[in-house]
Structure formats: C-alpha cells, structure tokens
Nanobody
C-alpha cells in the first residue's frame, strides 16, 4: 500500500487549498478512504471519509461547509478541497485507507498571516 499526499503549503486565513492523495498497491476503488489530520501537540483527528463509490460522505461537524472530500477512482486519487481556512486548520494532513488502515507520509498545511 502506498499513499502519497500533496498540495499542502502556507496559506493566509480565509484562503483555500486542494489536497491530493495518489494511491497504489491496492484496489483503490474498493476502499472507503479517509482524510485525517494532526495539529501540533494534538491527537489525530478524523476530517472526512468517503465510501468506495463516493456516495456516502462524512465530515467532522466543525468542518462542514468548508471542506469537501471527493475521489476519482479512474485516477486512484483522493481529494480534499479546503475553503475559508482558519488558523486552527494548521496540521499535517494524511490520507488513510479505510477507517484505521495505512496512511501516507502527510502534507503540511499552515494557515498564517
């Protein structure tokens, strides 16, 4: 299993970023996929999950309306569109196979003015 996240960086409050996660080594289209994040000094937090066909989506309550998860099974890629970013969104973001499976190396998102 290999998961490679990209798209992180430094963004000002109110800005947007789109994270991508390219998957290989398993049948991506068959798996529920998750974005999780870990802020400095805090525990891992589930951001959003999406089922294999993209039909069932879950978000952390605090993120509804700002974050949007999607997937392209033809490209073995998972996405996270993040809008209206806040300081508290600063974290390393990981894509994860299933609810508790393998994770990638993560991509750092820093929200700062």
């Amino acid at each position: 299993v290999q998961l490679v996240e990209s798209g992180g960086g430094l963004v000002q409050p109110g800005g947007s970023l789109r994270l991508s996660c390219t998957a290989s080594g398993f049948t991506f289209r068959s798996y529920f996929m998750t974005w999780v994040r870990q802020a400095p000094g805090k525990e891992l937090e589930c951001v959003s999950g999406i089922n294999s066909s993209g039909g069932i989506i879950r978000y952390a309550d605090s993120l509804k309306g700002r974050f949007s998860i999607s997937r392209d099974n033809a490209k073995n890629t998972l996405y996270l569109q993040m809008n209206n970013l806040k300081h508290e969104d600063t974290a390393v973001y990981y894509c994860q196979q299933g609810a508790m499976g393998s994770r990638g190396q993560g991509t750092l998102v820093t929200v700062s003015s």
